[in-house]
């Protein structure tokens, strides 16, 4: 294939990204460059590394490392017994489809479910344990956010985990080895790329939450995001918001290069 050929079939992919990507993030960029009333200014960077800013950074990195630890907790096991089973197909769709439903309307059905009269709460009574305020708590935010971003870890774990040939299992397996050791010297090695592509897909995304910090943690977890919002949307202050955006496509970029050079650096040791 000639380079005009192929340069003609990626044209409509590079417009794509150029007017969808490009320039919002180039607006971000000059927005953040400005102040309240719109003239240029430094002094959104200057803020934002301030106690204040930086608290909101660390809580935003904390609270997505412990949604991806989660997420990883879950879905490990969960694609490990899936690759398993029979009509893998059919337990797959079933997997993917509530990453088919809209986003609030999840976030709205997990209001009414950890509701101080919910169905969570009604079984907790039977148990003897008493209705308890489980709405607006770090274990909501933490519960919500995991079950929205587990799809998303059991894909990549999942197709990791069928792209092992099931004769290395069985050579290490013939040669003695227990379950155990087969996991830890084999399987768990291989699949190292399927759980760094799921840690990434999850830990970039969960940076920026500010929906579900808002209705199932009611403001109790401020993140990043929750700060766009707020800048935004209340104080109308849209150069620190689009400032605060920026850096978040700072830390997602530093993720990603950081995951992708330790990727690297397993594969040459390999």
């Not at 294939?1 to 990204?17: A, D, E, K």
């Not at 029979?86 to 009414?112: D, E, M, Q």
Request: with cysteine; glycine share 6%.
């Amino acid at each position: 294939m000639s380079v005009r050929l192929r340069l003609l079939y990626m044209t409509p992919y590079l417009i794509w990204l150029a007017l969808f990507v490009v320039l919002p993030i180039g607006l971000i960029a000059v927005t953040s460059l400005t102040d309240i009333h719109g003239r240029p200014t430094l002094d959104n960077f200057a803020r934002f590394f301030t106690p204040t800013y930086l608290t909101m950074a660390a809580t935003s990195v904390w609270y997505a490392f412990l949604i991806t630890v989660c997420s990883l907790a879950i879905a490990y096991p969960a694609a490990y017994a899936l690759t398993r089973t029979r009509h893998k197909a059919v337990w797959l769709l079933l997997i993917i489809l509530p990453s088919w439903v809209n986003l609030l309307l999840k976030t709205y059905a997990f209001l009414g479910i950890l509701a101080l009269e919910g169905p969570l709460n009604a079984v907790l009574a039977l148990l003897g344990a008493g209705p308890r305020p489980l709405l607006f708590t770090d274990f909501s935010f933490l519960l919500v956010s995991t079950y929205i971003f587990i799809p998303f870890m059991i894909l990549p774990i999942f197709n990791a985990l069928e792209d092992i040939p099931r004769g290395l299992i069985e050579a290490a397996e013939d040669l003695g080895a227990t379950r155990l050791d087969v996991f830890r010297r084999v399987i768990w090695p291989l699949s190292l790329d399927g759980v760094k592509m799921g840690a990434q897909a999850v830990f970039i995304p969960a940076l920026s939450l500010f929906m579900i910090t808002r209705l199932i943690a009611g403001n109790r977890v401020i993140t990043l995001g929750t700060a766009i919002e707020e800048h935004f949307l209340v104080t109308q202050d849209w150069g620190m918001g689009a400032t605060i955006a920026v850096m978040l496509i700072v830390m997602m970029a530093a993720t990603m290069a950081l995951v992708g050079r330790r990727g690297l650096s397993a594969h040459g040791k390999r």
